[in-house]
């Protein structure tokens, strides 16, 4: 009779069992590390990439900027114009830093604003909730300067902001007052490209801005269309400034408001604005329709056909 083989599992070894076992466990726990770390070092800007596209792109990043106002809670002056020029130049920086995760964008998106000249010092950039929000302390505007055929957009401070109109534009469609006769150009680099948030040279547009200040909270502000810019005959005697009306006609004005002293034969700050106050008074107007009038005398003066 045929001897049958045994069907019967050969006896596990006990002394081995649980050590092939255990250190098979080991190998594939070595292998899961190994793959882990390696998905660390390989795998992760990958998944920094992926996480920045999504959320530029399938959520969307909000641009917010907090724009001056008049006064808190009320409407902001700055314009449209300005306003979409602003956001074009953040969302290409965001554009071209894409890593939500690093704070190269933010710092990127801060340098191309500094450029722009609108804030003193930089701007103040921040990301929360999928949104980029940006504020600062804000320039205003304050005239423009007439130079060369166009007219610059200036803040109170004389720093170049980025707005420029071809001559005798600014005040025609806008309303912005309107320097004129200055010795200097706008503040340029050595390719002759504009340099925004740099101050414009010269103390003779630091002291049409002086009086400028010294004028907009008089209740004839509306009659004043800018300052003009003369160098007086004589050297040593400086600048003469004159008042622009939109009329055309003009108010002698003589030095600059805030220089030591007066030039000879002038009065003082506060007697021509009391002359020019006498003129409102007595006229309605600071020209007292007249095409020229001059205030730095005692007396305010006419010199028009017809006399005074």
Do not use: C
Not at 17 to 37: D, E, H, N, Y
Not at 151 to 163: D, M, N, Q, S, T
Not at 166 to 187: K, M, Q
Request: charged share 25%; hydrophobic share 40%; net charge neutral.
């Amino acid at each position: 009779m045929a001897q049958r083989k045994s069907t019967s599992r050969p006896k596990r070894d006990p002394g081995r069992g649980p050590a092939v076992l255990t250190t098979a466990r080991i190998v594939a726990s070595v292998a899961i590390l190994a793959l882990i770390a390696a998905g660390a070092v390989l795998g992760l800007p990958r998944l920094r990439a992926d996480a920045s596209y999504r959320i530029r792109h399938d959520d969307g990043i909000a641009i917010l900027f907090t724009f001056p106002t008049d006064e808190p809670g009320g409407q902001t002056w700055f314009k449209d114009e300005f306003a979409t020029q602003l956001h074009r130049i953040a969302a290409e920086q965001i554009s071209a830093h894409p890593d939500v995760l690093s704070r190269e964008q933010l710092d990127a998106v801060r340098d191309a604003l500094a450029h722009t000249g609108w804030f003193e010092g930089d701007a103040v950039v921040t990301r929360a909730r999928g949104a980029i929000h940006i504020s600062g302390q804000w320039r205003v505007p304050a005239a423009v300067v007439r130079h060369d055929g166009r007219e610059y957009l200036i803040a109170w401070g004389g720093h170049l902001l980025p707005k420029s109109y071809a001559e005798g534009e600014a005040y025609a469609r806008d309303g912005v007052r309107v320097i004129s006769g200055v010795a200097f150009g706008p503040p340029a680099d050595e390719q002759h490209r504009l340099r925004y948030g740099r101050r414009w040279p010269g103390k003779d547009l630091r002291a049409a801005l002086e009086l400028l200040a010294l004028l907009q909270d008089r209740a004839y502000f509306d009659q004043v269309a800018g300052i003009a810019l003369s160098q007086r005959a004589a050297p040593a005697e400086g600048l003469t400034l004159t008042i622009t009306t939109p009329e055309g006609t003009r108010v002698v004005w003589g030095g600059p408001p805030n220089e030591s002293g007066v030039h000879r034969g002038e009065v003082s700050r506060d007697r021509k604005l009391s002359n020019l106050d006498a003129l409102v008074r007595r006229f309605g107007r600071i020209d007292a329709g007249r095409e020229l009038v001059e205030i730095f005398g005692a007396d305010a003066g006419f010199e028009s056909e017809g006399g005074g």
